[in-house]
């Protein structure tokens, strides 16, 4: 599958990609990927399968994920690139870096780790796909609609800018029932290939107030990405790249050169 992209910064640059986390899309990336691009890289930020205007499809593996952007890569001719994927990005880069080494020359897993987690976004799913797509509907009702499911302003914003307002009906531009029947698959640990690593430099990047990446997934990392570095966004939660950009930034530049 091609995804929808955007792409700054000059096409003969070092290519550097960019892959958003679970109902995101690649301009969640504006700031950091402007920046990027400002020193010369050819920074593209995709939306993977589901999400943005990329096409829909009803199956979500870490495997199809990946293949996705390893055919966009080759498409546009930016291989090999450094790959940088946050939350559930994360972990299609992994499966990128691991299943097509070919593609990856840097790794950046952006809070993450290859493991399960705990259904924490299915409540989200249910809400979005409750609310009431009536014509007319505004920002702020369906803001309301979604604040007993989703506590935080932050997340609500984050979730709304998939909802398309206005015309005869408001939509969801996202494949939001794809991606709410594909969630156990999308929580899980993606199941890689037996014996697979990556050599290739790796940094493993938490937020400083963030859980999702703990001490006891660096043994896991070092047999996966035996080259991996461990770096943390000091005052940083999960969406580390939109809570401290400059720090982020910072590790970055420091990581890539």
Do not use: C
């Amino acid at each position: 599958m091609r995804l929808n992209l955007i792409e700054m910064g000059p096409e003969a640059g070092e290519p550097l990609v960019l892959l958003h986390g679970l109902f995101g899309q690649a301009g969640n990336f504006g700031a950091a990927q402007r920046a990027l691009a400002a020193s010369g890289r050819r920074v593209v930020a995709m939306d993977l399968r589901n999400h943005g205007v990329s096409p829909h499809a009803t199956s979500m593996s870490y495997a199809e994920m990946a293949a996705d952007v390893a055919e966009t890569l080759d498409a546009i001719g930016a291989t090999p690139a450094d790959v940088l994927g946050h939350s559930m990005g994360g972990k299609v880069a992994m499966m990128l870096a691991l299943t097509r080494q070919d593609l990856v020359a840097r790794l950046v897993v952006a809070d993450i780790a290859p493991v399960a987690y705990p259904p924490a976004f299915r409540p989200y799913a249910e809400a979005m796909l409750a609310l009431d797509l009536r014509p007319g509907l505004t920002r702020r009702e369906a803001d309301a609609a979604l604040a007993g499911a989703v506590p935080s302003a932050g997340v609500r914003g984050f979730l709304l800018q998939n909802l398309q307002l206005g015309g005869e009906r408001p939509f969801w531009r996202n494949g939001l029932a794809e991606i709410a029947a594909a969630l156990s698959e999308i929580e899980s640990a993606p199941p890689l290939p037996a014996g697979a690593r990556f050599e290739g430099p790796t940094l493993a990047l938490a937020g400083e107030k963030s859980d999702y990446i703990q001490d006891e997934h660096r043994p896991l990392f070092r047999a996966l990405f035996p080259a991996v570095r461990f770096g943390k966004v000091k005052g940083a939660g999960h969406w580390l790249h939109a809570e401290q950009p400059e720090g982020f930034l910072a590790a970055l530049r420091a990581f890539l050169g």
